[in-house]
């Protein structure tokens, strides 16, 4: 694999679902990146992404736009949900549950990075998940 410094949305895979899509922008299968992975996350009005985890991975969620709850569970397993809006930068610690709603009117588009790298890897394992290959608006 050459060097690749420099990667747009447009100029990747990426993975569909019924509540959204992700564009990895930054990671193993695009640029050799090692100790994390990133992206960007869209989630549409009214929808959102089922409570999950990522085991042995941390991320980080920076809302570019758009308003939403969302969901983190603290030390006790117990949901901490709050309204964020642009500017926020969600913490999941490693192998936390977490979700995802977006409550707005118009879509949320989200920064996330995972690390290590690969939860999003295995993402291609979900039911409704769909490979759309570039280019795309």
């Not at 299968?29 to 869209?42: E, T, W």
């Not at 929808?47 to 983190?72: D, K, T, Y």
């Not at 690969?118 to 490979?131: I, M, S, V």
Request: net charge negative.
């Amino acid at each position: 694999m050459s060097e690749t410094f420099f990667v747009y949305p447009e100029s990747v895979d990426r993975f569909a679902f019924d509540w959204g899509h992700l564009t990895v922008t930054c990671g193993p299968s695009v640029n050799g990146a090692g100790r994390f992975s990133a992206g960007l996350v869209h989630v549409p009005p009214g929808q959102g992404h089922a409570r999950h985890n990522h085991p042995g991975a941390e991320e980080i969620i920076f809302v570019l736009e758009g308003e939403g709850e969302q969901m983190v569970e603290d030390t006790s397993g117990n949901p901490v949900t709050e309204q964020v809006r642009a500017g926020c930068t969600i913490f999941v610690p490693e192998s936390r549950f977490h979700s995802t709603l977006n409550i707005g009117s118009t879509p949320m588009k989200l920064f996330v990075v995972y690390s290590p790298a690969g939860p999003e890897e295995l993402l291609r394992d979900l039911p409704d998940f769909r490979l759309v290959p570039p280019p795309h608006a």
